[in-house]
C-alpha cells in the first residue's frame, strides 16, 4: 500500500471518531448523560451495583451520588475474583485479558480488560490517528514505530506493543506499518532488546512516526545507541554505521524523513521532552493525552486549534474533584483550576479516582482542555518538610528554562538524624554539584523545607551523577514488574523505602560518587 493510500484510509478509518467528539465538545452534559446510561445498566446487573442499590434507570447524579469514590485497594479483591472468573462483580462483561499499571508509585497491579474497555482505547487510538493527519501530517513513507517492551517478568506476561489495543482493520494495518525487529517476540534479556530494537531503527531510514508514551524511552533508547555505537555498527550496512560516527549523531540524517513524534508532554515529562526536540531539531512533538491502564481521559485535538488535549466526554463518565473533595462535571470546571481525575467507564472499574491531577484550560465548544499537572499526592516527608513534586518541577523550570534538562530524579533518604534529599542527575559530577546547590537555594524557598533545614532535621540537598539514568531507571522499574514502554516519568519519588531501593539499585552508597 502507498503511502498516498494509507493515509486516505486511515482517513476514511478514523476519520468519523474525530467528527463526532468535535461535535460532542459542543455539548458535554448531553454526552456524559448518555455514558451515565451505559455504566447505570452494566453495573445495575451486578454484585457492586446491587450493593450500592443502582438502577438501570439512574441519570449522571444520581448514580454518582450511589457510588462512593473508589482507589484500586478498595476494589482489589472485586478485581481478583472478576479476573479469576466470576461474573458480573463489577461489570457483566467478561475479562478478555488483564493488564497491569504502571503507575510510578510502586508495583504493577492487575486491571481486567473488558469488550468496552478495549473498545475505548481502540478509538482512542483511532483519534490520536486522525487527529496527526488532521493537524497537518501528510505521509510520505507510511512508516511508523510504537514502543515495544520486552516481558516484564510475570508469568503471565509476553512481549508487548501498543497495537494490541485497536480493533477491527486498524490493526493489521498497524502492525503492517510497524517497524519491528525480526526476532521481536522471542525471550530476551533487555540489552539484547535494546541492542535488537536499535539495529531495527538505525537500518529503517524510512521512518516517519515514532509513538512512545514516556520521552525517556526514546532517549534511553538513543543514549544506549551511543554507548553501544562500536558493536551496532558492525551489523549495519557502511553507510548506515557511518552515520553513529558524530560523539553525538546527527539523528535527523539516520532518520531523514521522521516528521512526528508523539509523546507525553506534561508533568514531570515536559523536560524530557524538551530534551528530545533538541536532538531530533525539525521533528513535531505532538503530546499525547492522559491515558491510564485503568482507561483513557484526554486526547490531543490539534486539528481543531485545541494546545490541551481534550477530555474523552463520550466515551468516559468523568467527575473532578477540587481541594476541598467537591465534584464537579466536567462543562462546570472552572478555567485555571486544579482538579483530581475520577473516571468511569462502561466495562471498567466504577467511580475510579486516578491519582492524577489536571488544570482546566481554554474550552474546545464547551468543554475545557485539560493539562495533566502530574500525580496527585506526590509528596515527600521525611521531617515534616513535606515536599511537593509541583513545587519541585517549578524549582527546577526556574533553574533550568535556558538550557536543556538532564534526565534527573529527586529521593528522600533517611539519616541518623533526620533525613536528606540526593539528586540523581545524568551529568558529570560537577555539573551535578552545581545543579544540586542552585536546586538547594530554590526549595529553601519553602518554608517548611527552610524551617526543616535552619533545625538541622535535613541535611543538605546532596548530588549524585549517574550515567544512563533513564536506561537505568527503566531497569529497576521494569525490576517492579512495569513493562518498558508503560514506564512512566517521575520527578520525585515519595516513598524513602523505595529510594533506597533504587538507590542501591545503582551499585553506588556514598552521594558524592559517581553511581
Request: hydrophobic residues 45%; neutral net charge; aromatic residues 4%.
Amino acid at each position: 500500500m502507498s503511502a498516498a493510500a494509507l493515509e486516505r484510509t486511515i482517513r476514511v478509518l478514523c476519520g468519523p471518531d474525530l467528527a463526532r467528539l468535535r461535535r460532542a465538545l459542543d455539548a458535554p452534559e448531553a454526552a456524559q448523560a448518555r455514558v451515565a446510561q451505559a455504566v447505570a445498566r452494566d453495573l445495575a446487573r451486578t454484585e457492586y451495583g446491587r450493593r450500592h442499590g443502582v438502577s438501570s434507570t439512574d441519570g449522571r447524579q444520581t448514580l454518582l451520588d450511589k457510588l462512593p469514590v473508589a482507589q484500586y485497594e478498595d476494589l482489589r479483591p472485586l478485581v481478583a475474583r472478576q479476573i479469576a472468573g466470576e461474573r458480573a462483580v463489577l461489570t457483566t462483561h467478561p475479562v478478555q485479558r488483564v493488564e497491569y499499571t504502571s503507575g510510578s508509585s510502586g508495583a504493577a497491579k492487575p486491571v481486567p480488560m473488558t469488550a468496552p474497555l478495549i473498545a475505548a482505547f481502540s478509538r482512542t487510538a483511532r483519534l490520536m490517528f486522525a487527529d496527526a493527519l488532521g493537524a497537518g501530517l501528510t505521509l510520505r513513507t507510511g512508516r511508523l514505530f510504537a514502543s515495544i517492551s520486552p516481558p516484564a517478568g510475570r508469568p503471565d506476561d509476553a512481549t508487548s506493543d501498543d497495537t494490541g489495543y485497536l480493533t477491527g482493520l486498524l490493526r493489521p494495518i498497524a502492525r503492517h506499518i510497524m517497524v519491528l525487529p525480526p526476532d521481536y517476540g522471542t525471550a530476551q534479556t533487555v540489552e539484547a532488546f535494546r541492542d535488537s530494537l536499535a539495529l531495527t531503527l538505525l537500518s529503517a531510514r524510512d521512518l516517519e512516526v515514532v509513538s512512545v508514551w514516556s520521552p525517556s524511552y526514546l532517549l534511553a533508547l538513543l543514549d544506549h545507541i551511543v554507548r553501544r555505537r562500536d558493536a551496532l555498527a558492525h551489523a549495519l550496512d557502511p553507510d548506515r554505521a557511518a552515520l553513529l560516527a558524530r560523539a553525538e549523531p546527527d539523528w535527523t540524517a539516520i532518520w531523514p524523513f521522521l516528521s512526528l513524534l508523539s509523546c507525553w508532554t506534561h508533568g514531570a515529562a515536559a523536560r524530557l521532552a524538551a530534551a528530545l526536540a533538541d536532538r531530533l531539531p525539525g521533528v513535531t512533538i505532538a503530546p499525547k493525552g492522559l491515558l491510564a491502564t485503568e482507561g483513557p481521559v484526554t486526547v490531543p485535538l490539534r486539528a481543531y486549534g485545541a494546545v490541551e488535549p481534550v477530555p474523552l466526554v463520550d466515551t468516559v463518565l468523568l467527575e473532578f474533584l477540587d481541594d476541598d473533595g467537591r465534584s464537579h462535571p466536567v462543562h462546570r470546571l472552572d478555567a485555571g483550576g486544579d482538579y483530581d481525575v475520577v473516571t468511569t467507564i462502561p466495562g471498567g472499574l466504577p467511580r475510579y479516582r486516578l491519582g492524577d491531577r489536571v488544570r482546566a484550560c481554554e474550552r474546545i465548544g464547551a468543554t475545557p482542555s485539560l493539562v495533566f499537572l502530574g500525580r496527585a499526592g506526590e509528596v515527600a516527608d521525611l521531617v515534616g518538610e513535606k515536599l511537593s513534586a509541583d513545587f519541585l518541577r517549578a524549582a527546577l523550570d526556574g533553574i533550568l528554562a535556558d538550557v536543556p534538562s538532564p534526565p534527573l530524579v529527586v529521593v528522600p533518604v533517611r539519616t541518623a538524624n533526620g533525613g536528606a534529599y540526593h539528586l540523581l542527575v545524568d551529568a558529570s559530577p560537577d555539573e551535578a554539584t552545581l545543579l544540586a546547590d542552585r536546586l538547594e537555594g530554590a526549595l529553601s524557598a519553602a518554608v517548611h523545607y527552610r524551617a526543616a533545614r535552619r533545625l538541622g532535621q535535613l541535611e543538605p540537598l546532596r548530588a549524585r551523577s549517574v550515567p544512563h539514568l533513564s536506561a537505568r531507571l527503566q531497569r529497576f522499574h521494569m525490576g517492579e514488574g512495569m513493562r518498558l514502554g508503560d514506564i512512566k516519568d517521575q520527578l520525585l519519588v515519595t516513598d524513602p523505602d523505595r529510594a533506597a531501593a533504587l538507590i542501591h539499585s545503582l551499585g553506588a552508597t556514598s552521594p558524592n560518587d559517581s553511581a
